[in-house]
T-cell receptor, first 115, second 113 residues
Framework: EPEVTQTPSHQVTQMGQEVILRCVPI?????FYWYRQILGQKVEFLVS????????KSEIFDDQFSVERPDGSNFTLKIRSTKLEDSAMYFC?????????????FGPGTRLTVL | AQKITQTQPGMFVQEKEAVTLDCTYDTSDQSYGLFWYKQPSSGEMIFLIYQGSYDEQNATEGRYSLNFQKARKSANLVISASQLGDSAMYFC??????????FGRGTSLIVHP
């Protein structure tokens, strides 16, 4: 069964460094998402992406964040200058369409630790 | 702003019993989607069940069913015949017309043998 994959599973970085989190969505899906889950807290929406453009973003998704689909399979989240409070689990998700009725399938997550 | 409330931080259930996890939501929109996800200790998010706001029938997926009461704005998850592998965090989520998903804080379910 096709699934969303994410690499790395765990990333440790120093404050102020740039990190790139990678995702490979399900191949026939057209909509891609990033979420964040700070330890012990709820999942928070960051951004949705369709047709090489951001379609929606939350207040969390500020200028420090960017997303890109550099090729036909990868979808990346870049944090330019990490802060301690960026430490969280980051989930990528994809859906076939972007309708609110469409199921989003999540990847296993990347745990980001900022020291 | 949309809001999802899961009032039960933790729930315990005996194996093979049924359990209901509560979810209420606050929205003025008429069209939205409701989802439940399971997050085991390994951390991944697993889709369980979906309910559309215009669906007249309650959604069911195997042992999972959704008790949808639109007037009360509740979308409770019912797990029948609980199994030890059901022990996990469970998140209720809503996608409103602006397509920005909102998740609840989750309910931790522990299934006792």
């Amino acid at each position: 069964e096709p699934e969303v994959t994410q690499t790395p599973s765990h990333q440790v970085t120093q404050m102020g460094q740039e990190v790139i989190l990678r995702c490979v969505p399900i191949s026939n899906h057209l909509y891609f998402y990033w979420y964040r889950q700070i330890l012990g807290q709820k999942v928070e929406f960051l951004v949705s992406f369709y047709n090489n453009e951001i379609s929606e973003k939350s207040e969390i998704f500020d200028d420090q964040f960017s997303v890109e689909r550099p090729d036909g399979s990868n979808f990346t989240l870049k944090i330019r200058s990490t802060k301690l409070e960026d430490s969280a689990m980051y989930f990528c998700a994809s859906s076939e369409q972007g309708a609110r009725t469409d199921t989003q399938y999540f990847g296993p997550g990347t745990r980001l630790t900022v020291l | 702003a949309q809001k999802i409330t899961q009032t039960q931080p933790g729930m315990f259930v005996q194996e093979k019993e049924a359990v209901t996890l509560d979810c209420t939501y606050d929205t003025s929109d008429q069209s939205y989607g409701l989802f439940w996800y399971k997050q085991p200790s390994s951390g991944e998010m697993i889709f369980l069940i979906y309910q559309g706001s215009y669906d007249e029938q309650n959604a069911t997926e195997g042992r999972y069913s959704l008790n949808f009461q639109k007037a009360r704005k509740s979308a409770n998850l019912v797990i029948s015949a609980s199994q030890l592998g059901d022990s996990a965090m469970y998140f209720c989520a809503m996608i409103p017309p602006d397509y920005i998903p909102t998740f609840g804080r989750g309910t931790s379910l522990i299934v006792h043998p």
